[in-house]
Protein backbone atom coordinates (compact mmCIF):
# COMPACT_ATOMS: atom_id res chain seq x y z
CA UNK A 1 0.00 0.00 0.00
CA UNK A 2 2.54 2.16 0.96
CA UNK A 3 4.21 1.98 -2.80
CA UNK A 4 1.12 2.37 -4.37
CA UNK A 5 1.05 5.59 -2.08
CA UNK A 6 4.78 6.56 -3.11
CA UNK A 7 4.08 6.20 -7.18
CA UNK A 8 0.44 7.91 -6.30
CA UNK A 9 2.15 10.80 -4.92
CA UNK A 10 4.72 10.76 -7.46
CA UNK A 11 2.25 10.32 -10.89
CA UNK A 12 0.66 13.77 -8.95
CA UNK A 13 3.55 15.49 -8.98
CA UNK A 14 4.72 14.53 -12.51
CA UNK A 15 1.35 16.00 -13.97
CA UNK A 16 1.33 18.81 -12.31
CA UNK A 17 4.69 19.27 -13.33
CA UNK A 18 3.75 18.18 -16.63
CA UNK A 19 0.92 21.01 -16.69
CA UNK A 20 3.79 23.61 -16.27
CA UNK A 21 5.67 22.73 -18.53
CA UNK A 22 2.99 22.93 -21.16
CA UNK A 23 1.65 26.10 -20.40
CA UNK A 24 5.39 27.12 -20.50
CA UNK A 25 5.70 25.77 -23.73
CA UNK A 26 2.41 27.33 -24.63
CA UNK A 27 3.96 30.61 -23.36
CA UNK A 28 7.34 30.17 -25.69
CA UNK A 29 4.55 29.54 -28.58
CA UNK A 30 3.19 33.13 -27.82
CA UNK A 31 6.05 34.69 -27.87
CA UNK A 32 7.75 33.24 -31.02
CA UNK A 33 4.09 34.30 -32.58
CA UNK A 34 4.70 37.68 -31.69
CA UNK A 35 8.41 38.10 -32.87
CA UNK A 36 7.32 36.56 -36.32
CA UNK A 37 4.25 39.31 -36.64
CA UNK A 38 6.93 42.01 -35.71
CA UNK A 39 9.56 40.87 -38.03
CA UNK A 40 6.55 40.73 -40.77
CA UNK A 41 6.35 44.35 -39.34
CA UNK A 42 9.43 45.56 -39.65
CA UNK A 43 9.60 44.01 -43.05
CA UNK A 44 6.85 46.06 -44.08
CA UNK A 45 7.87 49.25 -42.69
CA UNK A 46 10.66 48.93 -44.77
CA UNK A 47 9.24 48.25 -48.10
CA UNK A 48 7.31 51.24 -47.29
CA UNK A 49 10.12 52.94 -46.53
CA UNK A 50 11.65 51.98 -49.75
CA UNK A 51 9.12 52.84 -51.77
CA UNK A 52 8.89 56.23 -50.20
CA UNK A 53 12.35 56.88 -51.00
CA UNK A 54 11.70 56.67 -54.48
CA UNK A 55 8.81 58.23 -54.68
CA UNK A 56 10.57 61.66 -53.56
CA UNK A 57 13.35 60.76 -56.03
CA UNK A 58 10.53 60.87 -58.67
CA UNK A 59 8.68 64.11 -57.56
CA UNK A 60 10.83 67.24 -57.79
CA UNK A 61 8.89 69.47 -55.21
CA UNK A 62 10.25 72.87 -56.19
CA UNK A 63 9.14 72.37 -59.57
CA UNK A 64 5.22 71.49 -58.12
CA UNK A 65 5.51 74.14 -55.64
CA UNK A 66 6.32 76.55 -58.93
CA UNK A 67 3.14 75.22 -60.99
CA UNK A 68 0.94 75.63 -57.95
CA UNK A 69 1.89 79.21 -57.86
CA UNK A 70 1.63 79.28 -60.98
CA UNK A 71 -1.78 77.78 -61.38
CA UNK A 72 -2.68 80.70 -58.95
CA UNK A 73 -1.71 83.27 -60.60
CA UNK A 74 -4.01 81.91 -63.48
CA UNK A 75 -6.94 81.17 -61.52
CA UNK A 76 -6.94 84.78 -60.06
CA UNK A 77 -6.96 86.07 -63.71
CA UNK A 78 -9.47 84.04 -64.68
CA UNK A 79 -11.29 85.22 -61.76
CA UNK A 80 -11.54 88.73 -62.49
CA UNK A 81 -11.79 88.43 -66.05
CA UNK A 82 -15.41 86.29 -65.17
CA UNK A 83 -16.33 89.10 -63.02
CA UNK A 84 -15.64 91.76 -65.97
CA UNK A 85 -17.34 89.86 -68.54
CA UNK A 86 -20.18 89.41 -65.59
CA UNK A 87 -20.29 93.39 -64.83
CA UNK A 88 -19.98 94.03 -68.76
CA UNK A 89 -23.24 91.21 -70.05
CA UNK A 90 -24.89 93.46 -66.70
CA UNK A 91 -24.21 96.34 -68.26
CA UNK A 92 -25.59 95.61 -71.89
CA UNK A 93 -28.39 93.53 -70.47
CA UNK A 94 -29.69 96.19 -68.26
CA UNK A 95 -29.45 98.72 -71.50
CA UNK A 96 -31.58 96.44 -74.00
CA UNK A 97 -34.22 95.83 -70.65
CA UNK A 98 -34.81 99.77 -70.97
CA UNK A 99 -34.89 99.63 -74.79
CA UNK A 100 -37.35 96.51 -74.55
CA UNK A 101 -39.41 98.63 -72.20
CA UNK A 102 -39.87 101.48 -74.46
CA UNK A 103 -40.64 99.23 -77.43
CA UNK A 104 -43.29 97.67 -76.22
CA UNK A 105 -44.79 100.75 -74.59
CA UNK A 106 -44.54 102.14 -78.52
CA UNK A 107 -46.55 99.22 -79.62
CA UNK A 108 -49.31 98.96 -77.10
CA UNK A 109 -49.65 102.89 -77.18
CA UNK A 110 -50.17 102.13 -81.31
CA UNK A 111 -52.58 99.46 -80.48
CA UNK A 112 -54.53 101.31 -77.89
CA UNK A 113 -54.17 98.94 -74.66
CA UNK A 114 -53.33 101.59 -71.42
CA UNK A 115 -51.04 99.26 -69.13
CA UNK A 116 -51.36 102.13 -66.32
CA UNK A 117 -55.15 101.91 -65.86
CA UNK A 118 -56.77 99.51 -63.73
CA UNK A 119 -58.18 96.62 -64.88
CA UNK A 120 -61.92 96.17 -64.88
CA UNK A 121 -63.78 93.91 -63.16
CA UNK A 122 -65.05 90.59 -65.17
CA UNK A 123 -68.61 90.83 -65.64
CA UNK A 124 -70.71 88.47 -63.58
CA UNK A 125 -73.06 87.45 -65.98
CA UNK A 126 -73.19 83.63 -66.78
CA UNK A 127 -72.44 82.38 -63.92
CA UNK A 128 -73.72 79.70 -61.54
CA UNK A 129 -76.48 81.17 -59.52
CA UNK A 130 -75.14 82.99 -56.78
CA UNK A 131 -78.16 81.94 -54.58
CA UNK A 132 -76.99 78.37 -54.30
CA UNK A 133 -73.23 78.93 -55.05
CA UNK A 134 -70.36 78.85 -52.04
CA UNK A 135 -70.00 82.29 -50.34
CA UNK A 136 -67.48 83.48 -48.25
CA UNK A 137 -67.55 84.77 -44.59
CA UNK A 138 -67.35 88.27 -46.30
CA UNK A 139 -70.32 87.64 -48.13
CA UNK A 140 -68.45 87.72 -52.02
CA UNK A 141 -68.89 84.96 -54.41
CA UNK A 142 -66.04 82.05 -54.63
CA UNK A 143 -65.02 80.37 -58.29
CA UNK A 144 -67.00 76.93 -58.39
CA UNK A 145 -64.85 74.12 -60.00
CA UNK A 146 -65.87 71.90 -62.75
CA UNK A 147 -68.28 69.49 -61.65
CA UNK A 148 -69.38 71.21 -58.83
CA UNK A 149 -72.90 72.01 -58.97
CA UNK A 150 -72.18 74.78 -60.67
CA UNK A 151 -71.90 73.11 -64.56
CA UNK A 152 -69.19 72.56 -66.55
CA UNK A 153 -69.81 69.65 -68.93
CA UNK A 154 -68.14 65.60 -67.41
CA UNK A 155 -68.39 62.22 -68.48
CA UNK A 156 -72.29 62.66 -67.34
CA UNK A 157 -72.76 65.47 -69.11
CA UNK A 158 -72.76 68.49 -66.84
CA UNK A 159 -73.75 66.81 -63.34
CA UNK A 160 -77.10 65.72 -63.78
CA UNK A 161 -76.47 62.13 -63.28
Do not use: W
Not at 60 to 84: C, G, H, L, T
Not at 139 to 153: M, Q, R
Amino acid sequence: VKIMARDLVRTRQYITKFIEMRSQLQGCALKLQTVKSHAAMAEAMSSTALAMKKMNKAVDVPAINKMMAEFERENMKSEMMQEMMGDAIDDVMDNDEEEEDRIVGQVLDEIGIDMTGEIPNAPEKGLAAASNGPVKEDGGKVALGVGENGGGGGANGGGDA
